[in-house]
Structure formats: C-alpha cells, structure tokens
C-alpha cells in the first residue's frame, strides 16, 4: 500500500513544523495542536475548525472561528496539519464558504509534538488498515465481558485487558489517519506516478472491498459489544479497577488525584472508542465516516482509471478543451463566426422544420406533384384569410403552451350545476304521489322523459314470463319503480315534444328514495 | 374482427419510437427530472433502438444513462449562424462575444471543481482563467466587480441552469447581480461530461482560422475505400434532412448530389418511419415538412406581431422584381403595411422608427428557415418561399367562398 512518496512539507530546512514555535501566538498554536493531539488520544481521525475551536482552552480561543482557521491555515503551510477538501454536501451558502477543509495531523506536526512532549513514537506508519485489529478488538472485547461479569474482577487482568484494547485501538486508528490520507493523495493524484497506480489499482480495491465488509460485519458486533459492556455501568466498575491499579505505583501523596486522573484518561478512551462505532449525540461514528470514505473511494479511484485511460488514448483534457473554446470564442471575427462555433461545438440546436397541414397533405396524396416541379409551381400551402388579416387565428395542430382552462372549467361547472337542477326536477316530475296509472301521467319534458325511459328499463328488464308486478331500483339506486300489468288491455300514451310513447297501460307508482321519507 | 395484439403493440412500440426520436431531435440532450421527464423515458426504454439508427444513419452517438440522455448530434454544414446560444429569458437575446467567452470559462471552472459551487467562488475563478495570456490577448477581460459583468455572468448560469449542469441549492442570482448576496449549486458531473459534442477534443486542435477550427471539431476520420465515402455521404445528407428546414441542390457537391438522386426515396422513408416528417421534393431541392408543426424551433406561418410581419413580408418577396430586395425597401413596405393591419399588431411595432427591428426579426425568421438568403445589399428570396405563395390566376379562379373575399394582389394563399 506505501506506493506514495512522502509529502515535502514546510521550509527546506525540514524544521518547518516547529516553525510556530516562534511565531507570535505561540500560544494559540501550541493549543491547537494539543487539541489534536487529545483528539488523537480519542482516535479522531479528522477535525473541523468548529471541533478545535470547541476544543481550546477559554484563555487562548479567539472570538471568531475565522482566527482558529486562520491558525489552522498557517499550520498546514508550516507542515504540521494538513487540509483535505471537506467533501460532505451542504444546503448553505455560507457553510459552503466555511467548511471547505477538514484538518488532520500530518506527520510532520505529529512528529513535532511528539518530540515536543518527549513521546518517543516511531514515524514510519503505513497506510494501511488492518482489519485483523478489528478481530482483536472483538477478542478483547470478549475478554471485559467476561471480566465483567465476576463479582470482583481481577485489577492486572483488567488493565491488560482494557491496555492492550488500547494499543489494538490506537494502531487502527492511526493506520485509519494515515491511510485516508494516502488515499485521498492517490485519488486526486498528487504525487503518484501513472504506473504505480495502475500496478496497484486491483489490489487497493479489493483491499478496500475486504475492509468494508469487514467493517460492516465486525463494526456491529463490536458495537453491540460495547453497549452490553456500558449496560449498568459495568464497564465503569473495569475502568475504575484498571484506573486503580495504575494509580498504585503513584507516591502516597498522589495517590488520590493519581487514580482519578487515571480513571478520566480511561473514560476519555473508551468515550473514544464508542464513539468509533456507535453513532451518539447527532454525530456519526468514525467507522461508519472511514466506511463511507471507503466505499466512495472505489468508484473514485475507477474513476481516476478511466481518465488515465483517456489521457492515454489521446482524449483531451476537458478543462483545457473549455479553454480552449473560450479563446476561440474570444478570437472569432464576429458574431456569425460565433455562432456558427456554439451550434457546432455544443452540438444543442434542435430541428427545425416547416410546416404542412392535414388537408393539404390529403391533396398531395391524391395528386402528387411530379418531383421535378419548382416550388413556384407546386400545389401551396395554404394560409388561413383571418392570419393573413390579423396576424392571429385558432392554431391548429398541437397546442404549444399550457391552455388556461379557468374559464373552460367554469362553463363545466355551470353545465353541470344546471343539469343536476334539471335532473332534480325531472325527479320530482315523476314521483308519483301514490300508485296511478300509465295513462295518467300526462305529457312529460325530453329530461323528465328520459329519466322515466331509464326507469321503466330497469323494470321491464325484470320481468319475467308470467310475471304481473314487478319492483326495480335505478341503476343509481335513487328511485324506486312499481309496476303492476293491467289485465283490461288498456294502452297508454305518454305525451313528449318528441312525440308520442305508446304502449300496454301499467298501474305505476315511482318513488324517490333520495328524499329519505320512501313512505311517502 | 379484433386486430392481433402483436400488432396493436407494434402499432405502439412505433409511435412511442417515434415520440422519443422527434424529443431527441428537438432537445438532444433530456433530462430524467424536469419537463421532459415522459420523453426521456420514452428514450431510455427505446434507447438501443435509437442508439442503433442514428449511429447507422447519422454518425450521431446516443448516450443515456439513469440521469441523462444526450444526442452527440454534429451538424452536417458548418456555415449555419441561425442557431445561436440564447437567454433563457423571455427576451431570448443570442448570446455576445463575452457570455461566449464567460461560459466556457465557467465551464472550464466546473470540470476541474468539485461537487458544489458558489457563484461567488466561481466567479473568482473566471477571472482567473481569464488572465490567461492568450486570452488576454484577445483584449478580452473580466472583472466581474460592475453590474453588467454579474448580469452577463448570470445568463452564462442560467443557461446551464436549463441544460441541468448546474441544479440550485439556495440563493439566487438576482442577489448575486446586484451584489446583496450569492447562489450554491450542485454541480451535475455527468450532464457537464457530455456537454462537448465534438469528434475532437477542441484543445488538440492547432488549427489558426474559425472555418479550421470548426472542420477540426468534426473531421470524420479517413475515408479510404468507397464503402466509407458512400456512408458518409449517407450521414452528412441524413443528418441535413434531419436538422435543416431545407435542402437545396444547388448546396451540394456533384458527388452528393449524384447519391441524393439515386437514394432519395430510401434516405426520405427511413426519416418519415423514425420521425413522421414527409418528404416535400420540388426541382430545386428537399424539404422534411411536419404535419405536426411541432419539430422546429420557429414557425412560418406564425401569429402574433412578427410571425404576421414575416408573413406579409414573405408575400411581397416572392411578388418581388429583380433578384436582390433591399432593406430600405423592406422597411418602407412594413410602414405601408402598418397603416392597413397596424390595428392587429402589438403596440410598439406601431410607433415610427420600430421598421428596421420588424424587418430584421422577420428577415431572420425568413433565412433561419432556409426561404430567404441575405446578402449584403439585402434580401434574396429562395425556391421554397413560394410554398406559400400560388400565381394570381389561381388566385382569380372562384374555386372557393374564402377564395373571393381575398383581394387580387394577393399571393399568399388562404384556405
């Protein structure tokens, strides 16, 4: 995975990270740096401005967040931080301004503190993730349980427990640091050759591939491990013994403040280490960020593949091609020539077409013109006398824009409420008032009378042979029609403005069950 | 008897063909949100289909994804200036030689950016770009600090805006022209990937003249046996058919003219199956009319102020004696013509001096659609402008009640 060169950083002297030493606000920076260093002890990869400006001490904090980014800015020059685009999407305008980078310690200024608080820590870190440190933690883990849950755990193999928990812990999210940062350098391909990448782009995926299964298999199970370890405080009970017995070797008159301070270092790291996998307070947990870096870095990286491809097959540079075309466009003679470079660069322009209308294309069809006819000569198309007046006429064809239908809908409404106040007229024509006969009911309007056609439908569609009387309710299921046949063989007519219906005569009566009093 | 359901479905997968080619060919590069989100289904699920017809017969690559589909369409005559860039507002003022200029450099700015942009950052890097010294060499330069600069910078934005390059996250550029505030977009990677339609890319082209430079773009590449010379003379002339109001003979070489005789009917069917357009072959050349009236970009006839102008225009060009119409000529009949039918017209067109815009809009209806040529002395009327237009014998002959109401010396002809 080492195939990156290392990064020249700061002055040429190479003592450019202990360049704030000397700079004005000394202090500020000293401050900024330890917060990444507590930040680390919590196995933060990556903080932004508003975590340091959260992070520093009341004294030395500035009032504005812009003097924390200024000193985070003036660090990443000295080398001791870098910054790496912050690639997380935002809804603001202002937080797009603001949150352009996410800062993290580079080695360099690792060094620089390390040395500066007398740690002794080797530099060389690969970037590389080791998932095994994943199953060690799920074995320790394991192992606190277990510890757990005896009445009184054993002090020395507790604080084993919980130390080399620690150290598998602090190798995971080193590498984790390192590794990101190497692979945001191999994606934007700052500083690897073309071959290097190529020769390792098939085992950095499936490296990559191995390690988010990994981590979405193992991160849960150590997440659940640790919310059972936290049920009731038991791990506490572990924190304090491992604290104790580190305490022990403290002077008589430090023993007291000794285990306590021991006891927040503890809590401090196992905080640190739930927050890895368990997403608490809003904030998402460092596994899940390292998977979601992880898994966009795939498609990022064949993204990288296919553009190296293109640049090999001879495909342009696109940024420099929109250059390129903003000179042209600069140099073109006039706006024609312009013109002219749009339409053929952009490729946008629709079709264009003139136009032909129904009839007129029915008249060619039956009497095509020879295809040697000029135009002059041909059969034309015809415009409309009232466009050629006016300037305006119905279109035909397609309409091409949104009709506003107001005025249209209200028309329909009007219909509409008109005809419910014919229908409801026509019903209370009808209604019969008590049986009577067909003949009676005298001359009936085209509304009324169709209304009385539809019933007389539904009940002759009942009959049966044999049959003398028959109840039907319309297809609505708001009127009732009784029909009884007449044995005198009567006919009937029912006067219309159409004319006149003619039939056997029938006693009828015709109820309107919408009314709701159907005893009428 | 009930038709087959094979057929009733070949019926259907032919007119939603059909639909989604005419889409193409109106808008070559559809979105799957937006107003033409029907289309572009209709064009991811005939997408194969299509892929294969224009690569066969126009050389034009389709390219469609989940997000996107993009017609590569690259015209098949370089000397067209009728279709310009335009503002995506009402007005829809062609693009100048700064929004040109400012546009490329946006665009330049977004493909080396990341996935969002400020208008304000982008900006900055316009003016970055801009100090390139071959471009300052061209007297070109942006500040973008005074008003005018901001208004062309948010023509640029807004254009891409329609095209779906760039989607709104807040803000607006109104605020950002009158400098109270500024505007974050997403930046659409893969619509902004196949924006170029170029057969090459334009920076690897050293070529020094427009004309050059243009021929580059879209040099095909070599054609070395007949077969080659044959499709591409089949493409070129396809891709006129499909794009361009007219085709005339006389705009061809004798090579292409001679394989337009031979192949006229095969080229004319395969676009009326794809597209419903109807071939109208006169002596002088060919002209895909639409019974649709709906694949094109300008309309003859047309209602309203100009499209009435250009009508009655058109009407005294193909009446016109001599072969060239001047100017002067055209203004003083759009001021006879506005004491007869000014009453219709919109009310600034009416007022003294408003000639010479009228006549311009109308002339460059008239060339955009291929029924007039302009020259430097004026106007020249082309064979297809007497489509409108019958000899006045017919006009006498009482075929019609319509036909007698229209008064003599008229050429344009009623229905």
């Known amino acids: 995975m080492d195939m990156t060169s290392p990064r020249p950083a700061g002055p040429p002297d190479g003592y450019g990270p202990f360049a704030h030493l000397t700079a004005p606000n000394v202090l500020l920076y000293r401050s900024v740096m330890r917060a990444f260093l507590v930040a680390k002890e919590r196995f933060a990869v990556h903080l932004r401005p508003e975590d340091v400006y959260a992070a520093l001490p009341a004294a030395v904090r500035p009032g504005e967040l812009e003097g924390v980014v200024g000193a985070l800015d003036k660090l990443v020059e000295w080398g001791n931080l870098r910054a790496d685009p912050d690639t997380g999407r935002v809804t603001a305008v202002e937080d797009f301004y603001r949150k352009r980078y996410i800062y993290q310690l580079t080695r360099e200024g690792e060094a620089a503190e390390e040395a500066l608080s007398a740690y002794d820590e080797a530099l060389g870190r690969r970037g590389a993730l080791q998932a095994v440190a994943l199953h060690d933690i799920v074995t320790q883990l394991r192992a606190l349980l277990v510890l757990a849950a005896e009445e009184a755990p054993d002090p020395a193999k507790t604080h084993l427990a919980l130390d080399g928990l620690a150290s598998r812990f602090g190798a995971l999210a080193d590498n984790a640091r390192a590794f990101m940062g190497s692979l945001q350098r191999t994606i934007d391909l700052h500083d690897v050759g073309e071959e290097v990448f190529l020769a390792y782009k098939d085992q950095l995926i499936q490296y990559l591939e191995r390690f988010i299964q990994d981590l979405i298999t193992l991160g849960g199970r150590i997440a659940r491990l640790i919310l059972e370890l936290e049920e009731g405080g038991r791990i506490d009970l572990l924190l304090r013994a491992a604290a104790a017995r580190e305490a022990a070797d403290a002077t008589p008159q430090e023993a007291t403040y000794a285990e306590q301070a021991a006891y927040e270092r503890w809590a401090g790291r196992w905080a640190g280490l739930a927050a890895w996998f368990l997403s608490r307070d809003g904030r998402e947990s460092q596994a899940r960020l390292l998977r979601g870096r992880a898994l966009g870095a795939v498609p990022q990286l064949l993204a990288v593949v296919r553009s190296l491809n293109e640049r090999r097959a001879g495909r342009s540079d696109r940024s420099a091609d929109f250059r390129t075309l903003a000179r042209w466009f600069a140099e073109a003679p006039d706006d024609e020539s312009r013109h002219r470079l749009w339409r053929t660069a952009f490729g946008l322009y629709p079709a264009r077409h003139l136009t032909v209308d129904a009839e007129t294309l029915a008249a060619r069809a039956a009497r095509p013109d020879p295809a040697s006819t000029p135009w002059a000569d041909a059969e034309p198309l015809r415009i409309s006398p009232q466009l050629r007046r006016t300037g305006s006429y119905e279109r035909r064809g397609k309409p091409r824009k949104v009709e506003d239908r107001q005025e249209a809908r209200r028309r329909l409404a009007e219909v509409a409420v008109k005809q419910a106040a014919e229908i409801a007229a026509a019903r209370a024509r009808l209604v019969t008032d008590g049986v009577t006969r067909l003949s009676g009911l005298g001359e009936l309007d085209p509304v009324s009378f169709r209304l009385f056609l539809q019933l007389l439908g539904d009940a002759l569609a009942t009959w049966r042979p044999g049959m003398t009387h028959t109840v039907a309710t319309s297809n609505d299921g708001s009127m009732e029609i009784r029909l009884t046949a007449l044995a005198d063989g009567s006919a009937a007519e029912v006067l219309t403005p159409g004319g006149i219906f003619r039939g056997p005569d029938h006693t009828i009566e015709i109820i309107d069950l919408a009314e709701g009093d159907d005893g009428l | ?415």
């Open chain 2, 1 to 415: 008897m009930s038709t087959p359901l094979a057929e009733v479905l070949d019926g259907q997968h032919a007119a939603e063909l059909r639909k989604a080619a005419r889409a193409l060919l109106k808008q070559p590069l559809l979105l799957a949100g937006g107003a033409y989100a029907d289309e572009f289904r209709l064009v991811r699920r005939h997408a194969s289909d299509l892929r294969e017809w224009f690569d066969r017969n126009t050389g034009w690559s389709l390219q469609v994804d989940a997000e996107t589909a993009r017609l590569g369409k690259i015209p098949a005559h370089l000397a067209d200036a009728t279709h310009s860039a335009r503002e995506a507002t009402r007005s829809a003022a062609p693009f100048t030689r700064r929004r040109y200029v400012l546009l490329c450099l946006a665009l330049a700015a977004l493909e080396r950016g990341e996935a969002q942009i400020a208008l304000g950052r982008l900006a900055d890097q316009v003016v970055l770009d801009a100090a390139d010294p071959q471009l300052a060499a061209t007297g070109i330069q942006f500040t973008l600090d005074r008003r005018d600069e901001r208004l062309d910078l948010a023509a640029v934005v807004r254009l891409l805006l329609g095209l779906g390059v760039l989607r709104r996250v807040a803000g607006d550029e109104e605020a950002y022209v009158s400098g109270a505030g500024d505007v974050l977009y997403d930046v659409e990677r893969r619509v902004l990937a196949g924006l170029l339609a170029t057969r090459r890319g334009p920076s690897t082209i050293r070529a020094a003249t427009l004309d050059e430079r243009l021929v580059g773009l879209t040099a095909e590449t070599a054609l070395d046996s007949d077969e080659l010379r044959f499709r591409a003379m089949r493409r070129s002339l396809t891709r006129r058919l499909l794009d361009d109001p007219v085709l005339y003979y006389d705009e061809l070489t004798d090579a292409e003219l001679g394989y337009l005789t031979r192949q006229r009917g095969f080229l004319t069917a395969r676009i009326t199956e794809l597209t419903g357009l109807v071939a109208e072959v006169r002596a002088e050349g060919i002209a895909m009319v639409d019974p649709d009236d709906d694949l094109t970009d300008l309309r003859m006839p047309e209602s309203g102020t100009h499209g009435h102008v250009t009508l009655l225009l058109a009407e005294y060009l193909t009446r016109a004696e001599g072969p060239v119409v001047s100017t002067a000529d055209l203004e003083r009949r759009v001021a006879g013509l506005a004491a007869e039918h000014g009453g219709f017209w919109a009310k600034s067109a009416r007022e003294p001096g408003a000639e010479g815009e009228l006549v311009e809009q109308a002339v460059s209806r008239l060339a955009a659609l291929g029924l007039v040529a302009r020259t430097p002395d004026g106007v020249v009327p082309r064979p297809a402008l007497a489509r409108y237009a019958v000899g006045e014998t017919v006009v006498l002959e009482p075929r019609t009640v319509g036909t007698a109401q229209v008064p003599a010396q008229r050429k344009a002809h009623q229905r």
